[in-house]
């Protein structure tokens, strides 16, 4: 029992004269800057950017060449199938190419909306490269769309739009953005095995987005706004809790002032003090303990001991703060 008090007394003695840190926050992932334009001017934007793609895109079409198969107002067949929530197959094939055929502005709209404006992040982008990445993202899909829109603003690219893209996206200049974005459109195009039959068509598509993404950067109605905003979280990853604050260690107190520090020296010198004593000068001889009576010295023994025990236990359990060193300078 001596060993483990000594060992918890060393334990307590050793703590840091400073408070403890508190331990670092779980990290969480950086939210996303704002959006550029306001709710109205977002709307207005993505209109034009739609009405745009609806005229590139045109109406139902079924071209043996095209891998997207049949398509209507620039929506696949298998997309159209995700959005309905049908499992494509055989059997449904024909049905579905029906309701294609039947496929409305408005639900298109609804479409393009949720499938490539919002999960291509256009929201977050410049105006003018909203529109330009919203075309792309329709033509060469959202992670294509990614993909180019890394390269032109030179940051790493693994088709995600992040924080990292979209804060260069919004400091890089419009225009050597729209520039470099255009230029890997045209290089991805040219690398297609299908260049032969559509290219012609897929460069035009890219000069005309560009003049209009250009057009967009000098209309007054979709200049970014001014005022600080807190980030749309309505396309953001939802984020983790907060960790709760960290409760302020308690202040340290002088060992010295320790109830079970003392306990421990009590119970210590009881048992120690009538063999090492007289290394001290202390000397319990054979005719003063015959003078005291072998009862009353081991009684002696037995109740320092057991009152240092009663001590330790009473400091420990009561024990609230933790120990700090103090200078203490003894004077012989």
């Known amino acids: 029992m001596l060993l483990a008090l ?133 033509n060469q899909g959202v992670a294509g769309a990614a993909r180019m829109l890394q390269q032109a603003l030179s940051v790493d690219i693994d088709a995600r739009i992040g924080p990292i893209t979209i804060a260069a996206a919004q400091s890089a200049p419009v225009a050597t953005t729209l520039a470099r974005y255009a230029d890997a459109r045209r290089a991805h195009y040219r690398s297609l095995s299908t260049f032969w039959r559509f290219g012609r068509g897929w460069l035009s598509r890219v000069d005309t987005t560009l003049a209009l993404a250009r057009a967009v950067a000098a209309d007054p109605l979709f200049a970014a706004r001014k005022e600080p905003s807190m980030p749309d979280t309505t396309e953001t990853p939802a984020s983790q809790p907060s960790a709760p604050p960290a409760s302020p260690a308690p202040a340290g107190k002088w060992w010295g002032k320790s109830m079970t520090v003392w306990g421990v020296i009590i119970t210590s010198l009881s048992t120690v003090l009538p063999v090492l004593g007289p290394l001290f000068g202390i000397n319990i001889t054979a005719d003063l303990v015959q003078q005291l009576g072998d009862a009353v010295v081991q009684f002696g023994q037995a109740g320092a001991a057991l009152v240092g025990l009663v001590l330790t236990l009473w400091g420990r359990a009561r024990a609230s703060q933790p120990l700090t060193r103090k200078q203490v300078t003894v004077t012989l």
């Open 6 to 138: 000594l060992l918890d007394l060393l334990g307590r003695l050793t703590v840091s004269e400073t408070a403890p840190a508190a331990p670092p926050a779980p990290s969480s992932a950086p939210p996303l800057p704002r959006r550029v334009l306001t709710a109205q001017q977002e709307s207005a934007l993505f209109t034009k950017a739609l009405a745009h793609v609806l005229t590139m895109e045109g109406g139902y079409s079924e071209d043996a060449y095209d891998p997207g198969g049949p398509t209507n107002l620039g929506i696949t067949l298998a997309e159209f199938a995700r959005w309905r929530g049908v499992h494509l197959d055989a059997s449904n094939f024909g049905a579905l190419k029906v309701d294609l055929r039947r496929l409305e502005r408005a639900e298109a709209a609804r479409i393009y909306k949720a499938n490539y404006w919002e999960a291509a992040f256009c929201g977050f982008l410049p105006a003018a490269v909203a529109v330009f990445h919203f075309d792309c993202a329709v």
